[in-house]
């Protein structure tokens, strides 16, 4: 997830149960030229593996050089997106533009396979408006491709990320390909999880309930295989915030680390006494004690 999925929170993630963990998506274009602040988003560390480095782009030879660097930075998997819904990247043809284009989808989904060793997979929606059902189709394009998987998002684009989830075009897509189908779309907890499976879904993806408790994987996991779901409390929530923070100053030195904090803070506190005020606070700070002196009271 764009502005979220950086390593300090994809290793929360990794420890937290995911199986596998997909970094903000990195424009090919960008690879190409040798822009520095893309190559850094290609670093990955020790702790989050395995993980997928997701390209974003609509020119097959830029998709596969970008995809030959993430490889080499050690990607387990290449992913392609072509679900994003925002005009920026709608204007360039890539995201969910590619999904009005199949054949190009296709070159691209081939010329990356083509030119990696690690699986390629392919993160798309049920459709680019309301009541349309693209999945099988694209499916099957990006089957005959060699995609190794698909993530299917279960709204359509004009939906962006918000409104029922639709699963019965998931079960449809899912139905259509030999290949494996993880279905995404407003998972908080095992039932939801659940649902998808029994869409026919191998596995599913979480993108905001994860946010602010990275260590919800570990909770659904524990929930399908029939335990006992603990909800993870706000104090064990809070600790892993300062861990990230933790994590974010080793990355990128403590008082850019922190401030890269700031636009996340509100979905951590989100709901805890004193929020907004702490909020505030937390804008201003740029030390790790200092972040520890304020969120101290909700670690107990
Ligand atoms: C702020 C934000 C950034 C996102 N960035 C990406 C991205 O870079 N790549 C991607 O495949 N999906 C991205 N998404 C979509 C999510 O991965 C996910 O498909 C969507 O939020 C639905 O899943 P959820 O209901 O579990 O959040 C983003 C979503 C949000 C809210």
Not at 1 to 30: D, P
Not at 141 to 149: K, M, R, S, T
Request: glycine share 12%; with cysteine.
């Amino acid at each position: 997830m764009a502005g979220i999925t950086n390593a300090a929170f994809r290793i929360l993630a990794a420890e937290g149960g995911a199986g596998l963990v997909v970094t903000e998506m990195i424009s090919a274009e960008s690879i190409k030229y040798g822009n520095k602040k893309s190559f850094k988003m290609l670093e990955l560390l020790p702790g989050e593996h395995p993980a997928a480095i997701q390209i974003f782009g609509a020119d097959p030879s830029s998709m596969a050089l970008a995809a030959q660097a993430a490889e080499r930075a050690g990607a387990d998997i290449v992913d392609i997106n072509a679900g994003c819904p925002v005009k920026k990247v709608l204007r360039s043809g890539a995201g969910s533009a590619l999904m009005k284009t199949p054949l190009l989808l296709g070159d691209i989904v081939s010329r990356m396979v083509k030119s990696v060793k690690v699986p390629v997979t392919v993160k798309f929606r049920i459709g680019l408006n309301a009541g349309e059902n693209l999945g099988p189709l694209l499916a099957r394009v990006c089957e005959e491709a060699g995609a190794a998987a698909i993530t299917l998002h279960g709204r359509p684009a004009s939906q962006f990320h918000t409104g029922p989830v639709n699963l019965e075009a998931v079960a449809g897509t899912a139905a259509a390909v030999k290949i494996p189908v993880f279905g995404n779309g407003g998972i908080e907890n095992a039932a939801g999880a659940r649902a998808m499976l029994e869409a026919g879904c191998a596995g599913v993806a979480i993108g905001r309930a994860a946010v602010f408790n990275p260590a919800l994987f570990a909770e659904i996991a524990s929930g399908l295989s029939g335990g006992l779901a603990e909800p993870v409390t706000s104090a064990v929530r809070m600790k892993l915030f300062l861990r990230f923070l933790e994590l974010n100053a080793g990355i990128y030195g403590e008082e850019h680390g922190m401030a890269r904090a700031r636009k996340l803070v509100g979905y951590w506190l989100k709901g805890l006494p004193g929020a907004s005020g702490a909020r505030g606070a937390f804008m201003k700070l740029k030390t790790l004690k200092e972040a520890e002196a304020l969120l101290i009271q909700y670690t107990k």
